[in-house]
């Protein structure tokens, strides 16, 4: 299993980027997809997650500003940034979790590389 992680860049406060990252390979099932950050000097955190069902959790810096959505038919998981913050500025993972494969072997969860997302005037 793949994941492949798209969008980051850089951006002046106030703007939006919008981050896509698709799970490729042999997929039957996906629990759950999110995208966690690491701020320089920081640990990584959560920044959202949905549900295969569309339950969704986010923290709350976020709230209001980011949404997280996703194609189940494409395995895709979206984040939609607006009202960027320079505070926002991390590398940024896709993560998908619990990923059933077809045949016998068991779940496992799955990274992306990391897009860079910087806010900065």
């Known amino acids: 299993v793949q994941l492949q992680a798209s969008g980051g860049g850089l951006v002046q406060p106030g703007g939006s980027l919008r981050l896509s990252c698709a799970a490729s390979g042999s997929i039957f099932s996906i629990n759950a997809m999110g995208w966690y950050r690491r701020a320089p000097g920081k640990q990584r955190e959560l920044v959202a997650a949905i549900t295969s069902s569309g339950s969704i959790n986010s923290i709350d810096s976020v709230k209001g500003r980011f949404t997280i959505s996703k194609d189940n038919a494409k395995n895709t998981v979206y984040l939609q940034m607006n009202s960027l913050k320079p505070e926002d500025t991390a590398v940024y993972y896709c993560?998908?979790?619990?990923?059933?494969?077809?045949?016998?072997?068991?779940?496992?969860?799955?990274w992306g590389q990391g897009t860079q997302v910087t806010v900065s005037s």
């Open positions: 993560n998908a979790e619990r990923v059933i494969p077809y045949g016998s072997r068991p779940p496992s969860d799955h």
